[in-house]
């Protein structure tokens, strides 16, 4: 028998409530059925980062979580990052470093980059590097994400 | 993915029930990091999900210095390597935990599920199998220990049957003059599968061991228990001397297939070379180094 299950959770600071089917994705409800498409599909198979969303105060990979599993968590995704008042410190430090090209990659970025900073407000590029080894990026060759990263640290820690 | 149900065990008993109601098509579900793509790849076809990483005895982490350490079998790895007592006691769990995967990964895959996925490199099985690992499992048919070293049977393949769940990993306390550790060898810095991993504990007496064991990753069907190290270093100083025969021991002991991560001749001499370096660095432990 193939039901929908629903199922309650939180996104961004908002209750929501979404129906799927148990074997779709956390990633695929994101994007089918919520409408976030902020959240990419890369590989869909845990390797390149690019779903990258934090649930309950962990960075996972949303392709590798069941829609189901939300029920009652916390997430957060890239459309949750920028405030009303404009972009958050790390997204502005990627537009200024050119910590992207084509941008597949950057929301899963930009999440992994966040909860780092949450954990180590002053990573070294060393952290930084082992941190994002979870997303890939084909474009850039890493350094300018890494600048990036180093910058925002450096702007939120005087701010 | 073709299943079509998923029902989140609140009880081990539940869980049992759940999975031999499904035979062989039901699955457990921790962390879900190899299970979730194998199941949309196709490896295997299931109709039923069984989540049961909100069951409490999975969720186990607790240390008491008689017993050692148990590990519940959905533990989380970032949960493992943040654990103070897995810190202090056991470096070769931190060695294993903190590279499985990326920092996504780690918020989601477990030590169970690793043992349970029971694939030939798996990272945390050759250090579970030198630590002397246990695991604890309960199926229809009540419960059951097995020893890390006999649990998997072949490249995807373990002992567990139809209802049965892994429970928890029991991990013996650390003997005093002990170190272990686990390394391996990839081509780049992070996320990548062992081409060759090497997990030891050693315990010395008086600059000797006291007894050794190490078991290989990737150079098998399985993950390697080699005996054979630990009889030839029992008892003997622990030096370059005895550590470079274990090296031979070890690549003696390798049965690798050649495939697109390396060649057996290459997997073979990296036994030797992870060997000896694994060994060098769990004597370094055993007498209070990093």
């Known amino acids: ?159 | 993915m073709k299943w079509t149900d998923y029902e989140k065990a609140e009880s081990v008993e539940e869980a049992v029930r759940l999975l031999a109601a499904g035979g062989g098509s039901a699955r457990a579900l921790a962390g879900g990091t190899d299970l979730l793509p194998k199941a949309r790849g196709g490896v295997f076809e299931t109709n039923l999900i069984v989540d049961v990483k909100g069951i409490p005895e999975l969720n186990v982490l607790s240390y008491d210095a008689g017993k050692g350490l148990t590990l519940g079998a959905a533990v989380p790895c970032y949960k493992i390597y943040a654990d103070a007592d897995v810190k202090a006691n056991y470096p070769g769990i931190m060695d294993a935990a903190t590279l499985i995967g990326g920092i996504q990964i780690q918020g989601r895959a477990s030590i169970g599920g690793n043992l349970c996925n029971s694939g030939p490199s798996a990272d945390s099985i050759p250090v579970l199998i030198a630590l002397g690992a246990t695991a604890n499992i309960e199926g229809p048919d009540g419960s059951r220990q097995v020893a890390v070293e006999d649990f998997c049977t072949g490249p995807s393949k373990n002992v567990l049957k139809t209802g049965e769940l892994l429970v928890s990993l029991s991990i013996p306390a650390p003997a005093a003059n002990s170190g272990a550790r686990y390394l391996r060898f990839i081509p780049r810095n992070e996320m990548d599968i062992a081409v060759v991993g090497v997990g030891v504990s050693v315990e010395l007496d008086n600059g000797n061991f006291k007894s050794a064991r190490l078991a290989l990753a990737a150079v098998g069907p399985t993950p390697l228990f080699v005996k054979a190290v630990g009889a030839a270093l029992a008892g003997k100083p622990a030096n370059d001397e005895t550590i470079a025969a274990a090296g031979q021991i070890a690549k003696g002991a390798a049965t690798p297939i050649t495939d697109m991560r390396g060649t057996i001749e290459y997997r073979k001499h990296l036994c030797d070379v992870l060997t000896r370096r694994a060994l060098s660095t769990a004597v370094n432990r055993a007498k209070g180094g990093e």
């Open chain 1, 1 to 159: 028998m193939s039901s929908k299950t629903h199922v309650q959770t939180r996104i961004n600071g908002e209750d929501v409530e979404f129906l799927c089917e148990p074997r779709q994705s956390l990633l695929e409800c994101l994007r089918d059925v919520l409408g976030l498409t902020g959240t990419k599909e890369g590989c869909n198979d845990g390797n390149c980062g690019a779903c990258t969303v934090n649930m309950d105060g962990r960075i996972v990979d949303s392709c590798l979580v069941l829609g189901v599993e939300a029920e009652g968590a916390e997430i957060t995704t890239i459309e949750g990052v920028a405030s009303a008042d404009g972009l958050h410190p790390i997204q502005q430090a990627f537009l200024e470093n050119a910590g992207l090209q084509c941008g597949i990659c950057t929301p899963g970025f930009i999440i992994s980059s966040k909860a780092l900073l949450e954990a180590e407000p002053e990573p070294t590029e060393g952290r930084i590097r082992l941190w994002l080894a979870g997303n890939l990026c084909r474009c850039t060759g890493y350094d300018k994400i890494v600048r990036a990263v180093t910058d925002a640290s450096e702007k939120m820690a005087s701010a």
